[in-house]
T-cell receptor, first 114, second 116 residues
Framework: AQSVAQPEDQVNVAEGNPLTVKCTYS??????LFWYVQYPNRGLQFLLK??????LVKGSYGFEAEFNKSQTSFHLKKPSALVSDSALYFC????????????FGTGTRLQVFP | GAVVSQHPSRVICKSGTSVKIECRSL??????MFWYRQFPKQSLMLMAT?????????EQGVEKDKFLINHASLTLSTLTVTSAHPEDSSFYIC????????????FGPGTRLTVL
């Protein structure tokens, strides 16, 4: 069965420090991979996606993610965290062979302290 | 990026009434729209997928007669929760996608439904 795991419910980091939000997936074949961010009582905002090509993907607000096929991971990273980055982050995958279904992880709350 | 709106943002209704939620793509044509449900501190669960002019495809366990979806145009989809009950209280989020499957989905701001 297809699934996405975000092993950390919450990640705490000091402002200015690098951050990593982890994501691993279980999808047969080569998936499409996405990261979204959700602020309180808001919908999700698209951050970045991996379709093909370079394993390092750069997205919005200085975020990037690295696709690692052997480890089936797609960790979200940022070199220097901002307090305003504090939000709920969702990793999502879609099987290329499937029609439309986007499968979300359970989300990781990022808290950046000043 | 593309903008998706939802209306209303918040609705409170009595048990037994029906509630309609609108989802609009404001600056692109949404060939496919999706409806999700999000419980507190949980992930998004896909309820149904709809393509313009076609019947929606519902996920397993989602009652199609309970959650009526209409995607009458390339910019509008509606979700009607019929005969709502307190257990239907949730955060409903729509998303829209233009064109190819590998394109990202753009999400609306969500609708908080509270059934008394």
């Amino acid at each position: 069965a297809q699934s996405v795991a975000q092993p950390e419910d919450q990640v705490n980091v000091a402002e200015g420090n690098p951050l990593t939000v982890k994501c691993t997936y279980s999808v047969s074949g080569n998936p499409y991979l996405f990261w979204y961010v959700q602020y309180p009582n808001r919908g999700l905002q698209f951050l970045l996606k991996y379709i093909t090509g370079d394993n390092l993907v750069k997205g919005s607000y200085g975020f990037e993610a690295e696709f690692n096929k052997s480890q089936t991971s797609f960790h979200l990273k940022k070199p220097s965290a901002l307090v305003s980055d504090s939000a709920l982050y969702f990793c999502a995958v879609r099987d290329r062979r499937d029609t439309d279904k986007l499968i979300f992880g359970t989300g990781t709350r990022l808290q950046v302290f000043p | 990026g593309a903008v998706v709106s939802q209306h209303p943002s918040r609705v409170i209704c009595k048990s037994g009434t029906s509630v309609k939620i609108e989802c609009r793509s404001l600056d692109f044509q949404a060939t496919t729209m999706f409806w999700y449900r999000q419980f507190p501190k949980q992930s998004l669960m896909l309820m149904a997928t709809s393509n313009e002019g076609s019947k929606a495809t519902y996920e397993q366990g989602v009652e199609k007669d309970k959650f009526l979806i209409n995607h009458a145009s390339l910019t509008l989809s509606t979700l009607t929760v019929t005969s709502a009950h307190p257990e239907d209280s949730s955060f409903y989020i729509c998303s829209a996608r233009e064109g190819q499957k590998y394109n990202e989905q753009f999400f609306g701001p969500g609708t908080r439904l509270t059934v008394l």
